[in-house]
Antibody, heavy 119, light 109 residues
């Protein structure tokens, strides 16, 4: 089955750039599925950030558009998230997930990684 | 900005039945919003339960079911077990973007 693993720095300075990678194993990243980022601030609910498919088409949450970039590297079977100009409000556990293109099924998730924005 | 609303908290007795709902600020939720439901326990990643309104994951217990109820998406738990105590989130699709509800904290007491 598909497995996803997030990685990246756990601490980012305010006004800096948050960069995370999600490694995909147990399946091909080059299928027609969409690869998704979701975050959860401490003690709060889930927030969909955006998604990308194998050909590089992207969709972003409207309120984050302009500050977020999602990219895919098929050769490394991974996709990435960049968030610019971060503030304390970007402190969250970040999850990556797979969404099946036909049924819109968010079936497989990574275990999440905590990113703290602090000086 | 689309707002997806869930009951903040619900309490159910073991063996009972409870229905969680998911409403949209834009109007009626339909199958075209592809409602997804997730369970999350403290310190864990979300666990997918239901997709496209009614479809269960291969691992979803039979006591969980999804539906449309009036103008909302709904998740019904029958014969509730103590291990069902968790936070539940719905997720809806609108024009290229997805929106989570605020979550329902389900207490089994």
């Amino acid at each position: 089955q598909v497995q996803l693993q997030e990685s990246g720095p756990g601490l980012v300075k305010p006004s800096g750039t948050l960069t995370l990678t999600c490694a995909v194993s147990g399946g091909s990243i080059s299928t027609s599925d969409w690869w998704t980022w979701v975050r959860q601030p401490p003690g709060k609910g889930l927030e969909w950030i955006g998604e990308i498919n194998h050909s590089g088409s992207v969709n972003y949450k409207p309120s984050l558009k302009g500050r977020v970039t999602i990219s895919v590297d098929k050769s490394k079977s991974q996709f990435s998230l960049k968030v610019n100009s971060v503030t304390a409000a970007d402190t969250a556990v970040y999850y990556c997930a797979r969404k099946d293109v036909v049924w819109k099924n968010f079936d497989y998730w990574g275990q999440g990684t905590l990113v703290t924005v602090s000086s | 900005q689309i707002v997806v609303t869930q009951e903040p908290s619900l309490t159910v007795s073991p063996g009972g039945t409870v229905t969680l709902t998911c409403a949209s600020s834009t109007g009626a939720v339909t199958s075209g919003n592809y409602p997804n439901w997730f369970q999350q326990k403290p310190g864990q990643a979300p666990w997918a339960l239901i997709y496209s309104t009614i479809n269960k994951q291969s691992w979803t217990p039979a006591r969980f079911s999804g539906s449309l109820l009036g103008d909302k998406a709904a998740l019904t738990l029958s014969d509730v077990q103590p291990e069902d105590e968790a936070e539940y989130y719905c997720l809806l699709y609108y024009g290229g973007a997805w929106f989570f509800g605020g979550g329902t904290k389900l207490t089994v007491l």
